[in-house]
């Protein structure tokens, strides 16, 4: 009898601590500044109804970084050129607790297009470091640029070496 109990109990045990590890890293990449629920499909598909599951990204520069699944666990690094398209209303899309979601196009770095959908009031996340989501919307510098003029040295003396 504690052969099988030990048996039986063991696995069970480990299936359970798995998810539980599991749903406690969903939560804590859930709620890491900057990552916002959204739904991805690719734009030919537009007759395709959206996927059920919600996933959930972040921009880091111009990438964007999906997570899903249960435990987010799988993820997808996608390189994107632009956000094409500005954020409109959809309404062939569904998410807990949202009544309004939007939209916007993503074009990628090998030009394949994307549709990323997101409750309204993470809008403001969906064109990352694209900015708004204006149509033609300038792409933003990644790293700042240097200046073109030395800089004043500590003291005012002058950054040029002097000929001694």
Not at 39 to 56: C, D, E, H, L, N
Not at 65 to 73: D, E, F, K, R, T
Request: proline share 10%.
């Amino acid at each position: 009898m504690v052969v099988l109990l030990t048996a039986v109990g063991i696995p069970i045990g480990v299936v359970l601590g798995a998810l539980a590890v599991g749903l406690l890293s969903r939560r804590a990449h859930r709620s890491r500044p900057g990552v916002f629920p959204c739904k991805v499909r690719k734009a030919s598909a537009r007759s395709q109804p959206w996927g059920r599951r919600t996933a959930y990204a972040r921009w880091v520069h111009d990438v964007l970084l999906v997570h899903s699944g249960m435990p987010l666990i799988r993820y997808e690094a996608l390189a994107v050129r632009s956000v094409d398209t500005p954020a409109t209303r959809v309404d062939d899309v569904r998410f807990i607790g949202s009544r309004d979601p939007v939209s916007v196009r993503v074009i990628l770095d090998d030009g394949s297009t994307l549709d990323l959908a997101s409750p309204s009031r993470w809008e403001g996340l969906l064109a990352g470091p694209f900015g708004s989501a204006d149509v033609g919307a300038a792409r933003p510098p990644l790293h700042p640029t240097r200046p073109t003029e030395p800089r004043p040295t500590p003291g005012g003396a002058s950054p040029a070496r002097s000929g001694t």
